[in-house]
């Protein structure tokens, strides 16, 4: 068994293309080698946002603190602390922090889903030529 | 994607052996079809606890709210709002509360323990005989 704060976690910047103002701590991740899934915390900063985007595999998620709107393909839905988000196999998504606080929020991935393909989207939403 | 806030999820009390003052949301489960994994969320009551257990699969928690300990083998280790604990397959644990408020924690488990076996151990940590 391992117990340890969240915030004794080192965050790193999230720099995958169309990031901005993201950090990511793994909490959970290859140390514990974790049999099926990893939990990870991101922290966006007012403004921020992640990356607008798919992959093949889902998302759990859970909103510690903030406020925003995650992007569900064309439409955005308003996110509050203590929000679940199920993000579905190639559903397009985008978490943003549309207030003055930062968002925090755990998202949770299979281990499947180390090496494979993630796909940017256009923020514009149409596609590009 | 399904966005849905925790508090809309029904909570159910925990019956199983050894639990006391707890109850259960599953915040992504069945209905949802998740591939790999399901969240939950507990909520024990001052003075309750979950069964001393173990069984071959993991847990991954983390701590929304309140004050407890979880008991590792035969120690107990303080638990407060942002721990983090990687409970591994075999591991015995329990979570206990021992503030005045509820505790609440995250506590994720893969799609394989469905049917699984859960050992319950004596709280005095002795065998039955």
Chains 1, 2 share one sequence.
């Not at 007012?46 to 510690?64: A, C, M, Q, S």
């Not at 299979?110 to 030529?129: H, L, R, W």
């Amino acid at each position: 068994m391992r117990v340890q704060h969240h915030n004794e976690v080192p965050a790193n910047e999230v720099t995958m293309e169309g990031a901005a103002g993201c950090r990511v701590r793994w909490l959970i991740g290859e140390g514990d080698k974790p049999p099926n899934f990893a939990m990870r915390e991101f922290e966006v900063a007012p403004g921020g946002h992640t990356p607008r985007h798919f992959h093949d595999y889902e998302h759990e998620v859970f909103v510690l603190a903030g406020n925003g709107v995650v992007v569900d393909g064309d439409q955005e839905r308003p996110l509050k602390q203590g929000d679940v988000i199920f993000v579905a196999p190639n559903d397009v998504h985008q978490f943003r922090n549309t207030g003055s606080e930062p968002m925090r929020f755990l998202c949770l991935i299979p281990n499947s889903a180390t090496g494979k393909n993630v796909t940017v989207v256009p923020e514009c939403g149409c596609e590009m030529v």
